[in-house]
């Protein structure tokens, strides 16, 4: 995650992501969607279903942000991931929990699902492999761009 994101919100983003990885999904952290908007983790399955995953820090983190609904039309399944202390009842109850520490995480309240129309399925898709494939050059080539647009 970005050097502006709470370590807090870093180890949040790792839970996940083992989580994710147990559930059958690969992810990525900070993908940038094609309206700009970056998301925290974004993971797809062998089944080409796409969950996104927005990490709240603390409260003040929740409320500050409202670009989170912008999200929902590039995924099957949406969460927000706290840690325990995390105060739920500010959380919308239509969207997916997920609570999280650095170690991992478990689904407290399963997502909607918003069954991701097969074109943007197909377009996120492609993006989601090309940032990866990026990521990885990255890791040989340190000057490439950071974030790749999705």
């Known amino acids: 995650m970005s050097d ?6 870093v180890k949040l983003a ?8 147990d559930m059958g999904y690969d992810s990525l952290m900070e993908v940038k969607l094609r309206i700009r908007r ?3 983790v974004m993971g797809i399955n062998d089944r080409g279903r796409i969950i996104i995953v927005e990490v709240k820090s603390g409260p ?3 409320r500050v942000d409202e670009k989170w609904s912008e999200y929902l039309d590039f995924c099957d399944e949406f969460y927000f991931a706290v840690d325990a202390e995390f105060p739920q009842g500010l959380l919308p109850e ?3 929990l997920i ?3 650095n170690f991992g995480g478990a689904v407290a309240r399963p997502s909607t699902d918003f069954n991701l129309n097969a074109a943007r399925r ?3 898709t492609l993006r989601f492999a090309r940032i990866a494939a990026r990521r990885l050059l990255e ?3 340190p000057l490439q761009e950071k974030y790749h647009v999705l």
């Not at 790792?14 to 990885?21: I, S």
């Open 4 to 9: 502006a994101r709470s370590d807090k919100g």
């Open 99 to 101: 609570i999280a520490d």
């Open 139 to 141: 890791t040989e080539n």
């Open 14 to 21: 790792r839970g996940v992501q083992k989580l994710l990885h």
């Open 122 to 124: 197909r377009n996120v």
């Open 38 to 40: 970056r998301v925290d």
């Open 60 to 62: 003040a983190d929740f």
């Open 94 to 96: 239509s969207h997916g």
